[in-house]
């Protein structure tokens, strides 16, 4: 099993009610990490999980959260969201593994570089109504990393934009509504780098819907 050693730091202010900046800094070091593996099996490819002996991964943070009605008061019901992080990993390769890493200099599988997070809030109290649109984006990652000879996959960057809305209705009931993945973005795998890249999967994961209503007793 893995083992995870994190250091931590953070600064945050508070402007106002709700509100806040942070600038934070992170680091972790994994033993035995477990990472998903692809490898050539004579006519057909072998998908395994193994653990590696270590992994580093040193990354800072800043996010900020502020109301919306320093603009005009009349979108003092508004409140946005801004977070990025930045991250570099890299992995030590366990010696005892009987498959031949074809990158051994490489970052941690499935960690990307940079992630990006943007939200828009409207919370109006006198009303009962909460509404968050959500959109997050993440640099490309390894999605398998390849053995025997075969190049890592990778999951290339996209975007996934979601909406949460919830409405009191009375003093006991609540109504909710969930829109996941709106933009449904084409998702591409691709083997390789440069100009070894090769484009091997394409799909869509679609719009998930869902509803929901709770009466408190």
Not at 46 to 72: C, D, H, M, P
Not at 81 to 89: D, G
Not at 147 to 160: A, C
Not at 189 to 212: L, M, P
């Amino acid at each position: 099993a893995a083992t995870i050693t994190n250091y931590d730091t953070r600064i945050e202010w508070f402007p106002g009610v709700g509100e806040v900046i942070a600038i934070s800094g992170f680091y972790k070091d994994i033993r035995n990490p477990i990472e998903a593996t692809v490898g050539a099996l004579a006519d057909d490819l072998q998908f395994t999980y193994v653990n590696q002996a270590r992994a580093k991964l040193l990354g800072g943070e800043f996010e900020i959260r502020k109301n919306l009605g320093f603009i005009s008061s009349w979108v003092a019901d508004f409140s946005a969201l801004f977070n990025a992080t930045y991250v570099t990993s890299e992995i030590t390769t366990n010696p005892n593994l009987t498959t031949a890493e074809t990158n051994p200099n490489r970052p941690l599988q499935g960690q990307s570089p940079w992630l990006l997070n943007a939200g828009l809030y409207y919370d109006r109290e006198k009303s009962g109504t909460n509404v968050a649109v959500l959109y997050n984006i993440f640099g490309r990652r390894i999605a398998q990393v390849g053995v025997n000879g075969l190049p890592n996959t990778y999951e290339e960057s996209y975007g996934t934009l979601d909406m949460i809305a919830k409405q009191k209705i009375g003093e006991k009931m609540d109504f909710k509504v969930s829109v996941g993945n709106i933009l449904n973005p084409l998702i591409e795998v691709s083997q390789g780098t440069g100009a070894e890249k090769q484009e091997i999967q394409f799909y869509r994961r679609g719009v998930n819907i869902s509803f929901g209503m709770t009466y408190k007793l």
